[in-house]
C-alpha cells in the first residue's frame, strides 16, 4: 500500500523496504481460517496483532529486529498511509533470516499430536509413549520446521535440524526458544491463558542474533482458556473458534471460495481478538489504540 518497495507478501502480512537496514512490517486485517484466506477482513485484526508483538517485544527484553512504531520520518508514507498504518506497522532491522522455523511445544496438540497418534514423527522423538491429545508435555520441546513448497511447515528431526544449522547455531536458538517459551508461558499462565506452543523466526543482524517476525501473537501460537482445557478432548482456540465454526454451520469443505462472512460474524470476530489482546497482554486494547 505505501509507495514504498514492496518485499514480501505472506498470508495476512506484507514487507517493505525502507533502505539497506531497515524494513516495514506490516500486520494487515486478512485472516486465514483451515488455510484459506477468508473474503472480509476483521477491523483491527493487524493492531491486535501487532500489539502483541510491541507487548512481548518490551517484556522479553532480548535481542529482536523492532526499532520503531513512528512513520513520521518515513518518506514514501503519506499522511492516509500512516493513519490507516497506524498500530498495526513496525519499523524493523532488516535481519539475514535463518530458514527454520522455532517452533516450542508446551502441549501435545495439532500436527505434533497426529503424527505421535501416527506412530511417532519428527516432533514426538524425544516423548514418552501413553499421552493423550492436549496433554501438558513433561517439559517444554523444541521441534523446529522448515517452510515448505507447499507453504505448509514441514516438521523435522533434531539431526536434520543439526546438519542445516550446525551445532552452536542450533543449540543457541535452541536455548533462546525454550527460555523465550518459558517466560512467556509463565505471564499468560498468571492470566489464565495457555501458552500451548509457539512459533519464532531469528536472524543475523550486525552480527548478532535476534527475534524477527510477530513475536507470540495469536497468528504465530496456540493460546487456550486455561478454563477450557481438558486433556484428552480438542481445545477451542481463543480467537478463531467462532468464525471456525460458523464456517463450518455453513457446511462449506474448506476449499476456495470460502463464504462471505455477515456484518455480525465479522464485529463477532474483531471481539474475540479484541479480547484476546486484553487477555494475553493483561492490558486495553482501546488503551493501545489510543496511544498508537
Ligand atoms: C520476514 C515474512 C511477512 C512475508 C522476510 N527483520 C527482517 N529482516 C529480513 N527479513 C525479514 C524480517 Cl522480519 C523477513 N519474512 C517472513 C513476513 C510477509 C514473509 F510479513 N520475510
Redesign the pocket.
Known amino acids: 500500500m505505501p509507495a514504498l518497495p514492496h518485499?514480501?507478501?505472506?498470508k495476512v502480512?506484507?514487507?517493505y523496504e525502507i533502505d539497506a537496514d531497515r524494513?516495514l512490517?506490516?500486520a494487515t486485517d486478512r485472516i486465514s481460517a483451515y488455510d484459506v484466506i477468508l473474503t472480509q477482513p476483521i477491523p483491527d485484526k493487524g493492531r491486535v496483532l501487532t500489539g502483541v508483538s510491541l507487548h512481548f517485544f518490551d517484556l522479553l527484553d532480548t535481542p529482536n529486529?523492532f526499532l520503531s512504531t513512528d512513520l513520521s520520518a518515513i518518506e514514501g508514507v503519506d499522511d492516509r498511509e500512516r493513519e490507516e498504518l497506524a498500530g498495526r506497522a513496525m519499523v524493523?532491522?532488516?535481519?539475514?533470516?535463518i530458514p527454520i522455523e522455532c517452533v516450542v511445544r508446551g502441549y501435545l496438540y495439532g500436527s505434533s499430536w497426529k503424527e505421535y497418534q501416527a506412530g511417532g514423527g519428527p516432533t514426538t522423538e524425544h516423548l514418552p509413549p501413553g499421552l493423550k491429545m492436549a496433554d501438558k508435555l513433561p517439559e517444554p520441546i523444541f521441534t523446529p520446521a522448515t517452510k515448505a513448497q507447499s507453504g505448509h511447515d514441514e516438521n523435522i528431526t533434531e539431526d536434520q535440524t543439526r546438519q542445516i544449522l550446525g551445532d552452536d547455531l542450533y543449540e543457541e536458538l535452541r536455548r533462546r526458544s525454550l527460555d523465550i517459551y518459558s517466560r512467556a508461558s509463565d505471564y499468560a499462565a498468571e492470566r489464565g491463558v495457555i501458552l500451548a506452543d509457539t512459533k519464532f523466526?531469528f536472524?543475523h543482524a550486525d552480527g548478532e542474533l535476534v527475534l524477527?517476525?510477530e513475536v507470540l501473537t495469536p497468528d504465530s501460537s496456540r493460546y487456550w482458556p486455561a478454563d477450557e482445557w481438558q486433556p484428552g478432548h480438542p481445545v477451542p482456540s481463543f480467537d478463531k473458534q467462532y468464525v471456525r465454526d460458523w464456517l463450518d454451520s455453513t457446511g462449506w469443505d474448506h476449499e476456495p471460495p470460502p463464504p462471505d462472512l455477515p456484518d455480525d460474524v465479522v464485529a463477532g470476530t474483531r471481539a474475540r481478538y479484541v479480547d484476546a489482546y486484553a487477555k494475553i497482554t493483561g492490558r486495553s486494547f482501546t488503551d493501545y489504540l489510543a496511544g498508537r
Open positions: 518485499l514480501a507478501s505472506g502480512r506484507e514487507i524494513l512490517f506490516v529486529h524493523v532491522r532488516r535481519a539475514e533470516v523466526e536472524g524477527i517476525d
